[in-house]
């Protein structure tokens, strides 16, 4: 008897240790009768007041949604027919950049440039008179794009188009890019 006990203690003691294995770290081992929950968790109350049980409606019983009615969306194109006018305030501040270019302080054009472009950031005068202003300040990369940005605003203004494609010409020529100066000419005469 002494021997049966024995080894049923020692086949015990192997499944157990064996069991032990089985829960260790990426195991697949469920406990038994935890089953599947049919609801999460529920969080934390932070109130102390009871919550209100929502109704239980049976389908023909249940509110009816209300018609949401989506709004017509605009498909028209995201650039301009024209650029946008200067407000006075606007206008006083590049009035007043152009006397401090014309005195060769450049900074300070730049900096009431960068204010009107604040009021006024569709104005494709602001970006042409911003371009000028970092020309004269010798950073041709800025002007480039400051003038890009001008001619992308301008919409079907051929004033403005012409003053654009013209002005990056000079730039792109003072940068050394020959063709790309051409191209700029090219567009501008063919306004």
């Given at each position: 008897?002494?021997?049966?006990v024995?080894?049923?203690?020692?086949?015990?003691?192997a499944?157990l240790a064996?069991a032990?294995?089985a829960s260790?770290?990426?195991?697949?081992?469920?406990?038994?009768?935890?089953?599947?929950?049919t609801r999460?968790?529920?969080?934390?109350?932070?109130?102390?007041s009871?919550?209100?049980?929502?109704p239980?409606?049976r389908?023909s019983?249940?509110?009816?949604?209300p018609?949401?009615v989506?709004?017509?969306?605009d498909?028209?194109?995201?650039?301009?027919?024209s650029?946008?006018r200067?407000?006075?305030?606007?206008?006083?501040?590049?009035n007043?950049?152009d006397?401090l270019?014309?005195?060769?302080?450049t900074?300070?054009?730049?900096?009431?440039?960068?204010?009107?472009?604040?009021?006024?950031?569709?104005?494709?005068?602001?970006?042409f008179?911003l371009s000028e202003?970092?020309?004269?300040?010798?950073q041709?990369?800025?002007?480039?794009?400051?003038?890009?940005k001008?001619l992308?605003?301008?919409?079907?203004?051929?004033?403005?188009?012409r003053?654009g494609?013209l002005?990056?010409a000079?730039i792109?020529?003072?940068?050394?890019?020959?063709?790309?100066?051409?191209?700029?000419?090219?567009r501008?005469?063919?306004?």
């Amino acid at each position: 008897m002494k021997v049966s006990v024995l080894t049923r203690a020692g086949a015990l003691g192997a499944f157990l240790a064996l069991a032990g294995c089985a829960s260790g770290p990426g195991s697949i081992y469920v406990p038994i009768g935890g089953g599947e929950q049919t609801r999460a968790p529920e969080p934390p109350r932070t109130s102390t007041s009871e919550p209100e049980e929502e109704p239980v409606w049976r389908k023909s019983e249940q509110p009816e949604e209300p018609a949401v009615v989506e709004e017509p969306r605009d498909t028209a194109p995201s650039y301009q027919d024209s650029g946008e006018r200067l407000s006075p305030a606007a206008q006083s501040l590049v009035n007043e950049a152009d006397n401090l270019l014309a005195q060769g302080n450049t900074s300070a054009a730049i900096s009431r440039l960068e204010r009107a472009q604040r009021i006024a950031p569709r104005s494709a005068e602001v970006y042409f008179k911003l371009s000028e202003a970092y020309v004269a300040a010798g950073q041709l990369g800025s002007a480039e794009q400051f003038t890009l940005k001008g001619l992308s605003l301008a919409g079907d203004n051929t004033r403005l188009q012409r003053a654009g494609w013209l002005l990056l010409a000079d730039i792109r020529r003072a940068r050394g890019n020959v063709a790309g100066a051409d191209q700029a000419e090219a567009r501008a005469a063919a306004l």
